[in-house]
């Protein structure tokens, strides 16, 4: 039956001044994502004393033994491992690389000084007076290599820490860091004071120290404004190189290309029991 146009468009009139019975119902509230935190500790510093550092030094490893320190460059054509006099910065001793390997991080273990090299993923072992005795390779970059006493720790760019076997330079676990619950990548040149691992992180001028047991970030130095922006020469003149004296408890850094080294003051180092 067809309807009538007068009825129907009264009937939809009346029904849209009817008023709305039904309440809006409000918005639920967002929920906030608690993020795990690791308590990272702010370390203060102080500078104690600074000594010459030679400028065309591209730090890659750094160590301190018996009142010198050892010292590891990069770069392809410029890469070497050399003793250095404190007082002078003057080179001592040194070994030069083949022209086309680019040295990395360096570490002192059972009379023994280790050498990486970036890319070729090749090492070398020498004897207390730099001579080159034996050599290794591995898997992955070479960046940073400390040690714990026993076993070498090899860093390779990422959040990723290898332990190494000083025999053959196997694999024997790792360690993935965090900060705050998140991955560190670009850790670099590391070095092992009081039971805990100290890294520069790559591009930056911080150093993170981690518990080697659970890979987290417990503390941090900023050492932003430690060398003047005048006496760094470009971009690539970045803060790398930790040494620690355990007799004296002394903790020395550099960068790549710097004209300074620092004997740094630290306080609160954490210390393992």
């Known amino acids: ?35 795990p935190k690791d308590d990272v500790k702010q370390l203060s510093w102080s500078v104690e004393r600074d000594f010459p550092h030679d400028t065309a030094a591209f ?20 890469s ?34 280790f050498y990486l090299t970036w890319t070729s993923k090749v090492g070398f072992v020498f004897d207390d007076k730099l001579k080159p005795t034996a050599k290794f390779s591995y898997g992955n970059q ?5 040690n714990d006493g026993e076993k070498l720790l090899q860093s390779d760019g990422t959040n990723v820490l290898t332990w190494r076997s000083p025999k053959n330079f196997a694999s024997l676990g790792q360690i993935k860091v965090t900060r705050n619950g998140v991955p560190l990548p670009k850790l ?21 120290v981690i518990d080697p047991k659970t890979g987290k970030v417990v503390a941090q ?7 003047k922006a005048e006496d760094r020469r470009g971009g690539e003149d970045v803060l790398n190189g930790i040494a620690y004296d355990a007799a004296s408890d002394r903790i020395y850094v550099t960068g790549k290309n710097w ?15």
Not at 86 to 109: M, R, T
């Open 59 to 78: 730090t890659e490893g750094l160590l301190w033994k018996d009142g010198f320190f050892y010292e590891s460059t990069g770069l392809e054509g410029k």
């Open 259 to 273: 004209p300074k080294l620092f004997w740094l003051r630290v306080e609160d180092v954490p210390k393992k029991p």
């Open 221 to 227: 130095l900023d050492l932003t404004g430690l060398l």
């Open 142 to 146: 070479g960046w940073g290599l400390t």
């Open 188 to 208: 670099n040149e590391l070095e092992w004071i009081r039971g805990y691992v100290w890294a520069n992180v790559w591009e930056t001028d911080e150093i993170v």
């Open 80 to 113: 070497n491992v050399r003793k250095v006099d404190p007082a002078s910065g003057l080179v001592v001793q040194k070994f030069d690389l083949a022209p086309q390997l680019f040295g990395e991080g360096l570490s002192y273990l059972d009379g023994k000084f």
């Open 1 to 35: 039956m067809p309807v009538n146009r007068y009825l129907l468009a009264s009937f939809l009139a009346i029904a849209g001044c009817t008023p709305q019975t039904q309440a809006t119902q409000p918005a639920a509230a967002p929920v906030a994502v608690v993020q």
